[in-house]
């Protein structure tokens, strides 16, 4: 009896409950406001639009998780992209095109990881530094141009329905529930805790953290490629110098609304995975209720302020008494 | 024999110094651009470079102190913006010169406050809460202009970004005062040593009885202030102001600061490195640019010359 | 180990630089003399200013003003900024009037910021034309633009009223950047115009993408959301375009909108547009070469330098002929549909 | 019992040159408690962080159960059966207390996975098993310090340790947890456990440990069964001559009223305190966890958010809401955890001698470096500061140095209150003996000073007059001599109102 009611008590003060609620409650205020918001065919439109940053979000997660942070994803999203589409106009079958895309992806994230583990510099400037790198080698490989024309097969990735829901969708759903498993009860899941929790202990404990690191960053180069590959064929056409330039702040937005904390050590998929919804259905729920283009971008700092705050609420009240 | 040693370490604590390093990367971007870039060794072309560097150089002064004291402000840039916008709509509708400039730095320390008042009362990460800011004050940017450039300034106000004095631009005039000024804040004054001590150990310098708090609100003030004076100049030197007016700023001046050898996690550096590398930068960027060289390159040279710099001091 | 690396690095900076300074990809290989144009008797010298480096349209403009260089004998830097960015691109320009090139054109960001840095070449006696985009009140001899704005707004509404069966029902206004002066003045002239010649237009919104292709295409899917009765998109910016069509098509395959119920006319640029083009999405489009721009700058360049002048149609070789007012030269729209969607190499 | 399990000969270790360790020597034996005690800078950790695997020994053989190894890191020494419980717990405050005992342990997995419920189970029968009250599955920040000390000790029980090494245990606990600990020592103990106990109180160890190994400069200088020595024979030992008087306490003439607290409360452990410190007198504030001794010092000083009450200064009402108000007020606190609260540690003698006082030594914000050199250089004199210059980075300082400088800082405010929290904890017996002098000292000048200690006899030998707390109220006073040991901790355990008639 008593063992159930502190679940109970455990899901209502979840670290993620707040930020659920609140996403409950901006979903029901657009659909007051909007008569077209509260549809199927709205929520999976939705559900489109966020899934490249959903996937982005959850590879921030756990890099926030150890206590990391990277700002070079927009660029490596670039990147992969760009290669991607060039292997499909070179004529490659599209499973050797997605292998290779995401294994540059994950040996470029462990080249961010091996140079913040080896160098001893600090993660964001690292990620800095290949912030630059990554998108200027993307300019440079595609001389500036727009990259285009993509088999059908290529498109289809991007385009295809398994379902009710397109494959990017699927995709992201999968990414999200294996990501919530192995975090859960993969013991490198709960190293990723660990590490972030107290790093030092971890030394002591004997941990190869180093390892963990390249590893982690590895995982989220993967889904960079992923997310790369689904850019490319989502939208049909990929131009290095402007794909995802403001993606460092978005999904770290994300993540950071969703509970994970800055300093490492916190952080879940539920939590990410309703921070890049309710950033998307802003987004979304905006354009819908016709609010004026300039005032776009304030409501949305203003909502991502405000989700903080909740935040903060609920741990204040963990905190003390 | 005591002395002669104790010159010989002196000489090699020079050498390691990593002052002496990033004065060896403008040696070699002398070096370099001045065989290759035609016109770059000019009295004129110097003066240009440090013109193009004042406002950043300006800015640079309250984020290094913010990295110091272990914060950080990503939304200078977006503050840039609401700070020139501000200034340039007071005087596209005719108020007296100074008033608008009053009114721009005004809006910077507003604007800087509420930061700080996030960051110090509340106590959320820096981090997190300019991440916020930035988008939000960015938002303002276009809420004022409705998207459509300030322009239509008295022509006095030109003076600030074109004027010189004794042959040296009133910005780079301005930037050389404030970097003496605030080296001098910092190394003898009370508030420098509450700014290295918070960026050290902040519980500590809060169990000294410091009002933790209050410095970090007024550091967060004076970013915004220092950031309305450099995007003061910033408007007079473009004639105009318009939404995305200093956006990305935030990046560079890290850049900049971390290749001058600034800690991110606060506690150490100086000053003088975070200049220099604010010089690195701003010759780098016009080396290439007289070289005609494409800006696509210029980001691969500044990413791994980041690298450089910050792993060399640690190895 | 770090040392290793840190030298590694280093060696990687200097190599980048020397293969930098190798190949000035940039540049068009010259006759004569090399990169140097310092001495007196080396060939004349153009920069040529995009607002950005990197997208397509400005990529095409690239290639008209290398060729112009090539078939004038001149030399042409063509460098700007890797975004849109005033303060970068008023330094760039600076830095060539420290390098006193002997021409600039250049593509303005924001149509007043110029002011001083023209000024400033024309006391260095350097010649200055604008394209793409005009800089207002500025010491500029000639301003390269494909046509009026007014004309140009009232291009793109009619590329989209020709597809549709009446001009009557919603329309949504796509643009990129809500700061940018020239899309700013298209969309007051299609506005203008919708409002004075058709009254059962409705206008649903103005979306702008900041010039993010993804953020084109969210705005695109959410505002079809919104207006399931949406009979066309107006998109005054050349990413915009292929993200409604790509919107449109994937709301009709799901079902919400019918085929062919939402037209979208406006900016196209051919390379983009023409897999839409062709498979019926839109049937029309309007575009202006921005190789010709890029030409046109580096011929206007050329003759203010020689002293001749600019006359109402002239012809330009490679170009064609050219309508000039007072200082504005013009190079001329065109409409395009499937039929001649592949003439078109940009 | 008394079968050797581990012995260390000979030890070595330099590092860049200069030796941390030269002979030093430790024999284990199943089921006994070593203590392991030496001033700071004897090599007492080295020593421990060779066994465990940290660092590499440059001489000497490690036998373990007769064999020579080595281990080269601490996951091997961990596996072959030898934990160590550090002074600063190596716990991941953000997982759960089951996960913390079984981190990456693959007996806890099946299929690859983690296996939750059995991790639970086994982790409650392990905390159960030796007295612990909590549950498994809360996280480790939610717990109190002893309780986490105990998480510690059953990670090495489910680690199967064979030898234990424990460092400073007590530090961090009360007094009546320290008994407490004990008990789990003793089952350990029965277990077979070895223990290496590392402490510089030596009452515990006379009451806990078994045998005594004294290392003094990198060498073992004296070993013998506890039974067999004797409390001044080990200080000898340790600092290598005679200590005569260890609280060398004079008496001060006690004046006037300086200092006075009417009903302070913090909201949660201080209910309703009333005192008040007289000029030239050290007031002791004395009780077990939870009865607000250590807490009622953080109140004062303006560090607990909704703590209120009346305080007088001078007779002069003031308020207390945050530690500016408290230095405003001159009031200074010297805080028990000395590198989170007290020092800063990468910053040099003269920083943070000032941190404090700086604003003070301004002309219109800008510091008159002549003055703050001269109270830099008057307080390293006076506090006999041991250091190779003022610009000295603090943490090149020995513990006791360390907390001079602390206590320089508050002098250096010229302050009526000096308010002392745990003030020499982690320090060694030297160092100590320095300290205590110079509070006394400090007494005798007319300054009114309140100390709190996790030490029982650091309260009995320092203070004039004894409060002593239970459950946030005062429960007994006692004057200078009128208490011992047994009296001032029964007082302790005492509920308030069962003493109503007392003093």
């Known amino acids: 009896m008593k063992q159930h009611k502190s679940r109970l008590s455990r899901i209502f003060s979840a670290r993620e409950m707040p930020i659920i609620v609140f996403t409950l409650l901006v979903y029901g205020a657009f659909s007051v406001m909007a008569p077209n918001f509260n549809t199927f065919n709205n929520v999976s439109v939705i559900a489109q639009q966020i899934t490249i940053n959903g996937i982005v979000a959850l590879g921030m997660t756990i890099v926030i998780m150890i206590g990391g942070m990277d700002l070079s994803v927009g660029s490596l999203l670039s990147l992969c992209g760009v290669f991607a589409g060039m292997m499909d106009n070179a004529g490659l079958p599209v499973a050797l095109t997605v292998l290779l895309t995401l294994v540059i992806g994950t040996a470029l994230g462990a080249l961010n990881g091996l140079l913040i583990v080896k160098l001893h510099i600090p993660d964001i400037i690292v990620t800095l530094a290949t912030m630059n790198i990554f998108r200027g080698v993307a300019v440079m490989v595609t001389r500036s141009q727009w990259i285009t024309d993509f088999s059908d097969a290529f498109l289809h990735i991007g385009s295809s329905k398994g379902g009710l829901f397109s494959i990017p969708i699927l995709l992201y759903v999968a990414v999200a529930v294996v990501f919530a498993v192995c975090l859960r009860w993969l013991p490198f899941g709960r190293l990723l805790y660990a590490v972030g929790g107290n790093r030092e202990a971890a030394v002591l404990m004997g941990l190869n953290v180093p390892s963990v690191k390249i590893r982690v960053y590895a995982v989220n180069g993967f889904l960079l490629g992923l997310a790369g590959l689904l850019f490319a064929s989502m939208f049909g056409s990929i131009q290095a110098a402007t794909a995802a330039t403001s993606l460092q702040f978005q999904t770290m937005g994300s993540a950071l609304i969703g509970g994970a904390n800055i300093f490492g050590g916190a952080g879940s998929v539920l939590g990410t995975v309703f921070g890049t919804i309710l950033l998307g259905m802003i987004k979304n729920g905006l354009v819908q209720i016709h609010a004026s283009e300039y005032w776009l971008d304030f409501i949305t700092g203003a909502v991502i302020l405000l989700a903080l705050l909740v935040n903060l609420i609920q741990l204040r009240k963990k905190g003390r008494c | ?315 | 180990m770090k040392k290793a690396i840190a030298i590694i690095l280093a060696a990687g900076l200097m190599l980048a630089m020397a293969a930098c300074t190798g190949t000035p990809a940039p540049s068009a290989s010259t006759p004569a003399s090399g990169s140097g144009s310092a001495e007196g008797q080396a060939t004349r010298t153009y920069f040529v200013n995009p607002k950005m480096v990197g997208a397509a349209y400005w990529e095409a403009a690239k290639e008209g003003a290398l060729q112009a260089g090539e078939d004038l004998g001149v030399e042409v830097i063509w460098n700007g900024t890797s975004e849109v960015d005033v303060a970068k691109q008023i330094n760039m320009v600076t830095d060539m009037i420290t390098r006193k090139v002997d021409g600039i054109a250049v593509a303005v960001n924001d149509a007043t910021s110029m002011t001083n840095v023209f000024n400033q070449a024309k006391e260095a006696g350097i010649p200055v034309v604008t394209f793409d985009s005009d800089s207002e009140n500025a010491e500029r001899s000639y301003c390269i633009l494909p046509d009026t704005d007014e004309a140009i707004g009232e291009a793109f509404l009619s590329a989209l009223i020709n597809q549709m069966p009446e001009p009557k029902g919603k329309v949504a206004v796509m643009i990129a950047s809500p700061s940018a002066a020239n899309i700013i003045a298209w969309r007051d002239a299609a506005l203008a115009k919708i409002e004075a010649d058709y009254p059962d237009i409705e206008i649903v919104g103005v979306y702008p993408s900041n010039d993010d292709q993804q953020k084109a295409y969210e705005n695109a899917k959410s505002f079809i959301q919104a207006n399931p009765d949406l009979a066309g998109i107006l998109c005054l910016a050349g990413a915009e375009t292929p993200a409604a069509c790509k919107a449109v098509q994937e709301a009709v395959e799901a079902g919400q909108l019918e085929e062919g119920q939402v037209k979208i006319g406006g900016m196209g640029i051919p390379s983009l547009v023409r897999e839409y083009i062709k498979d019926g999405t839109m049937t029309e489009s309007v575009m202006w070469n921005p190789m010709s721009m890029g030409y046109l700058s580096v011929w206007a360049l050329d003759q203010i330098a020689q002293g001749n002048e600019i006359t109402d149609g002239m012809e330009v070789p490679g170009v064609g002929t050219i309508k000039v007012e007072d200082d504005r030269i013009y190079c001329g729209t065109f409409r395009f549909t499937a039929e001649d969607v592949d003439n078109y190499q940009f | 019992m008394g079968e050797t399990i581990l012995e260390m000969q000979h030890i070595a270790k330099a590092f860049s040159g200069v030796y941390a360790l030269k002979d030093a020597q430790l024999t284990l034996q199943k089921g006994r408690v070593m203590a392991l005690v030496g001033e700071n800078g004897a090599g007492k950790s080295t020593l421990m962080r060779i066994l465990t695997g940290i660092y590499d020994h440059d001489g000497g053989t490690i036998l373990y159960k007769g064999q020579p190894v080595h281990f080269k890191n601490a996951m091997q020494a961990r596996d072959a059966g030898i934990a160590i419980i550090h002074q600063e717990f190596n716990l991941f405050p953000n997982l759960t207390v089951a996960e913390n005992i079984f981190l990456g342990d693959k007996s806890v997995q099946s299929h690859g996975l983690v296996d939750w419920q059995a991790m639970n189970r086994r982790a409650q029968e392990l905390v159960d098993s030796i007295g612990g009250t909590f549950s498994v599955e809360e996280k480790v920040q939610e717990l109190s310090v002893q309780n986490q000390q105990v998480v510690e000790i059953v990670k090495a029980l489910a680690a199967n340790a064979e030898v234990l090494i424990m460092d400073e245990p007590t530090s961090a606990l009360p007094e009546s947890e320290v008994q407490h600990l004990f008990r789990t020592i003793r089952g350990l103990k029965a277990r077979g456990v070895a223990i290496v106990y590392v402490s510089h109180r030596l009452n515990e160890i006379f009451e806990i440990c078994d045998d005594i190994t004294v290392l003094r400069d990198g060498v073992t200088a004296f070993l013998s069964e506890v039974g067999a020595t004797t409390q001044q024979e080990v200080v000898a030992q340790m600092i290598g001559k005679e200590v005569t008087v260890l609280y060398p306490k004079q008496d001060a003439e006690i004046g006037g009223v300086v200092f006075e607290a009417r009903h302070l409360s913090d909201g949660d452990t201080v209910k309703d305190l009333s005192f008040c410190v007289h000029k030239g007198e050290i007031l002791g504030l004395y009780g077990l966890v939870g009865s607000g001794a250590t807490e009622c010092p953080e109140a004062l000083f303006g560090l607990v958010r909704g703590a209120h009450g009346t305080f007088l200064m001078d007779g002069r009402e003031i308020s207390l809401h945050s530690p500016a108000q408290a230095v405003a007020n001159r009031i200074a606190y010297v805080p028990p955890d000395r590198h989170r609260q007290g020092i800063i540690r990468q910053l040099s003698i003269r920083f943070n001698l000032t941190l404090a006082v700086v604003r003070r030594l301004c002309t219109r914000s800008v510091i008159r470096r002549k003055d703050e050199q001269a109270t830099v250089d008057d307080y390293i004199r006076k506090l006999r500061v041991k250091c190779a210059g003022d610009s000295q980075k603090v943490t090149f300082l020995s513990g006791g140095n360390q907390q001079k400088v602390v206590i320089a800082k508050w002098l250096a405010t010229n302050p009526a209150l000096l308010i002392l929290n745990d003030p020499t904890r982690g320090v060694d017996v030297g160092a100590k003996a320095e300290i205590y002098s110079l509070i006394s000292e400090l007494a005798c000048a007319g300054m009114a000073i309140v100390i709190t200690s996790s030490e029982i006899s650091e309260i009995l030998g320092m203070s004039d007059r004894i409060l002593v707390l239970n459950e946030g109220v005062v429960s007994r006073e006692f004057l200078r001599g009128q208490a011992d040991q047994k009296s001032l901790l029964s007082a302790a355990l005492m509920r308030p109102d069962e003493t109503q008639g007392g003093v």
């Open chain 2, 1 to 315: 024999m005591v002395q002669q040693s104790s010159s010989h370490a002196k000489m090699l604590c020079v050498l390691k110094s990593r002052y002496t390093l990033l004065i060896g990367i403008i040696a070699l971007e002398f070096l370099l651009f001045g065989f290759l870039a035609p016109y770059f060794l000019t009295l004129g072309n110097i003066l240009n470079i440090l013109r193009q560097i004042s406002e950043i150089g300006m800015i640079s002064i309250p984020l290094t102190f913010l990295l110091l004291s272990g914060h950080m402000d990503l939304s200078v840039g977006s503050i840039v913006g609401v700070c020139g916008i501000t200034c340039g709509m007071l005087l596209r509708a005719g108020q007296p010169v100074v008033l608008a400039i009053l009114a721009g730095i005004a809006a910077g320390a507003v604007v800087g406050f509420i930061n700080g008042v996030i960051v110090g009362k509340l106590k959320i990460q820096a981090v997190v809460v300019t991440i916020g800011t930035q988008v939000m004050f960015r938002g303002l940017c276009y809420i004022m202009t409705s998207g459509r450039a300030v322009s239509g300034y008295p022509l006095s106000f030109y003076v600030l970004g074109g004027g010189d004095i004794l042959g040296l631009p009133i910005s780079v005039l301005v930037l050389g005062l404030c970097y003496v000024g605030a080296w001098f804040v910092l190394e003898r004054t009370y508030f420098g040593r509450y700014i290295l001590a918070i960026g050290n150990n902040q519980n500590t310098t809060r169990y000294s009885g410091i009002r933790v708090d209050r410095v970090k609100i007024l550091l967060f003030t004076f970013c915004g202030i220092m950031t309305a004076v450099a995007s003061i100049f910033l408007i007079s030197r473009l004639s105009s102001a318009e939404a995305t007016l200093g956006s990305g700023y935030e990046l560079d001046i890290i850049t900049a600061a971390l290749i001058g050898g600034i800690d991110i996690n606060g506690g150490s550096g100086k000053l003088q490195g975070t200049f220099l590398g604010i010089l690195i930068i701003g010759i780098l960027r016009n080396g290439l640019n007289l070289m005609g060289l494409s800006v696509i390159y210029q980001s691969i040279i500044l990413g791994v010359l980041l690298l450089v710099a910050v792993a060399k001091r640690k190895g």
